[in-house]
């Protein structure tokens, strides 16, 4: 066992940490100890550096500190710039960035919760572009929007195109980036992205604002990640459109083990839709599935039991509150009764805010359907048109 350096030293010296430190770092000055002990560790492999405060300056000399280690797997670098100037993030974080890009090693960059918008997309794009090891990268809370999802897809994008270019597969297999505002003018730059990698094994994007014509560019793009796991895209909003472009796509994902619907505004349409793609029997390593608060009716649960009792005996876990049916509702028995038969009887979670629908309210569903397909139809008229148009030569 090595002994560490000091108290910013952990695991033999291979991590360097001031994590949750509350401190203000301004200038050079104020990080010289911590620049000092980077320098001393020669297998550093972690830099912890969340909950902190750091300035231009002090960002500078971390940086040109970092870029002398070659070793770094993991940067946790979430919630650094508290209090921060606007002015002030882009170029600490280019400098950071910078001197993270060329680490062969590097497999974990987390940047979450730094309010830092789309100015603080730019300085990523270098890193983003060029870094050829990075697997995992955490970008939650940063408050992008649609210009700097944009901007961060586009990186994404030409790391993809480069590791083709190179004769390589892409390295990247994890993306959390939710509550970004990203909403659907991101959307499908963000899906081209995630189709020349290929390689996404986890996608989270929660809370984004994201409708259903961006759901459906997503889910088409996310649909060449054929060895997806895990997909959490709850509370954005689905509606019959985007819920049926997910049930299309969701056969091709044979290893998916988490599903995250919830809050999503299927509507009946569209959880009958994802219940009767997950009865195709495509989805057989699901363990967990959450569908709560998505106005789905009995038939949509109907037709989920039977997915249950025919192919998903790996399911532990399943929530249904907030939809429109009673808990005591046949086909929540029939849910109950599928669920016994793979001895997971527990996979249910409690039913204690379940939605009852009124005459009104079905009427209402029923007409916005109605819209949507009226309005899919006009689409299909028009890209067939345009199919026409564009195969007719004068």
């Given at each position: 066992?090595?002994?560490?350096?000091?108290?910013?030293?952990?695991?033999?010296?291979?991590?360097?940490?001031?994590?949750?430190?509350?401190?203000?770092?301004?200038?050079?000055?104020?990080?010289?100890?911590?620049?000092?002990?980077?320098?001393?560790?020669?297998?550093?492999?972690?830099?912890?550096?969340?909950?902190?405060?750091?300035?231009?300056?002090?960002?500078?000399?971390?940086?040109?500190?970092?870029?002398?280690?070659?070793?770094?797997?993991?940067?946790?670098?979430?919630?650094?710039?508290?209090?921060?100037?606007?002015?002030?993030?882009?170029?600490?974080?280019?400098?950071?960035?910078?001197?993270?890009?060329?680490?062969e090693s590097l497999i974990e960059l987390n940047l979450s919760d730094n309010a830092f918008g789309p100015a603080g997309a730019e300085p990523l794009i270098d890193f983003l572009t060029n870094n050829r090891s990075l697997q995992i990268l955490r970008l939650n809370n940063n408050g992008l929007g649609i210009g700097g999802?944009?901007?961060?897809?586009?990186?994404?994008?030409?790391?993809?195109?480069?590791?083709?270019?190179?004769?390589?597969?892409?390295?990247?297999?994890?993306?959390?980036?939710?509550?970004?505002?990203?909403?659907?003018?991101?959307?499908?730059?963000?899906?081209?992205?995630?189709?020349?990698?290929?390689?996404?094994?986890?996608?989270?994007?929660?809370?984004?604002?994201?409708?259903?014509?961006?759901?459906?560019?997503?889910?088409?793009?996310?649909?060449?990640?054929?060895?997806?796991?895990?997909?959490?895209?709850?509370?954005?909003?689905?509606?019959?459109?985007?819920?049926?472009?997910?049930?299309?796509?969701?056969?091709?994902?044979?290893?998916?083990?988490?599903?995250?619907?919830?809050?999503?505004?299927?509507?009946?349409?569209?959880?009958?839709?994802?219940?009767?793609?997950?009865?195709?029997g495509k989805n057989k390593k699901l363990e967990w599935i959450n569908l709560q608060y998505n106005e789905i009716q009995n038939d949509g649960i109907s037709v989920l039991a039977l997915a249950i009792e025919e192919h998903l005996d790996q399911l532990t876990g399943l929530e249904l509150n907030g939809n429109r049916v009673e808990a005591e509702d046949s086909s929540i028995q029939n849910i109950i009764s599928a669920l016994t038969k793979w001895e997971h009887e527990d996979a249910l979670d409690e039913l204690d805010d379940m939605e009852e629908l009124d005459s009104d309210e079905e009427e209402e569903e029923e007409a916005e359907e109605e819209n949507e397909e009226e309005d899919e139809a006009a689409e299909a008229e028009a890209d067939e048109l345009a199919d026409k148009l564009g195969s007719t030569h004068i």
């Amino acid at each position: 066992m090595v002994s560490p350096i000091n108290e910013y030293t952990l695991d033999d010296n291979t991590v360097f940490s001031i994590e949750g430190k509350g401190l203000k770092l301004n200038t050079a000055e104020d990080v010289q100890h911590f620049v000092d002990t980077i320098l001393q560790m020669d297998d550093l492999q972690e830099i912890r550096m969340s909950g902190n405060t750091i300035g231009v300056e002090a960002g500078k000399a971390l940086a040109s500190a970092l870029q002398s280690r070659k070793n770094i797997k993991t940067a946790n670098l979430s919630d650094i710039f508290t209090g921060r100037l606007r002015e002030e993030i882009p170029p600490t974080l280019k400098a950071i960035c910078d001197a993270l890009e060329d680490k062969e090693s590097l497999i974990e960059l987390n940047l979450s919760d730094n309010a830092f918008g789309p100015a603080g997309a730019e300085p990523l794009i270098d890193f983003l572009t060029n870094n050829r090891s990075l697997q995992i990268l955490r970008l939650n809370n940063n408050g992008l929007g649609i210009g700097g999802g944009t901007m961060v897809a586009k990186a994404l994008l030409a790391s993809a195109n480069k590791a083709k270019e190179e004769n390589r597969t892409s390295s990247l297999h994890t993306i959390v980036c939710g509550r970004n505002r990203l909403e659907d003018g991101s959307s499908q730059a963000l899906a081209d992205a995630f189709a020349a990698h290929g390689t996404l094994v986890e996608v989270r994007m929660p809370q984004n604002g994201i409708r259903p014509d961006g759901i459906s560019n997503l889910v088409k793009g996310l649909a060449q990640c054929k060895s997806l796991k895990h997909l959490d895209l709850q509370d954005n909003t689905f509606t019959a459109k985007g819920s049926i472009a997910l049930a299309k796509v969701l056969p091709t994902w044979e290893h998916l083990t988490h599903l995250n619907l919830g809050d999503c505004l299927l509507s009946r349409k569209g959880g009958l839709a994802v219940s009767e793609s997950l009865k195709l029997g495509k989805n057989k390593k699901l363990e967990w599935i959450n569908l709560q608060y998505n106005e789905i009716q009995n038939d949509g649960i109907s037709v989920l039991a039977l997915a249950i009792e025919e192919h998903l005996d790996q399911l532990t876990g399943l929530e249904l509150n907030g939809n429109r049916v009673e808990a005591e509702d046949s086909s929540i028995q029939n849910i109950i009764s599928a669920l016994t038969k793979w001895e997971h009887e527990d996979a249910l979670d409690e039913l204690d805010d379940m939605e009852e629908l009124d005459s009104d309210e079905e009427e209402e569903e029923e007409a916005e359907e109605e819209n949507e397909e009226e309005d899919e139809a006009a689409e299909a008229e028009a890209d067939e048109l345009a199919d026409k148009l564009g195969s007719t030569h004068i």
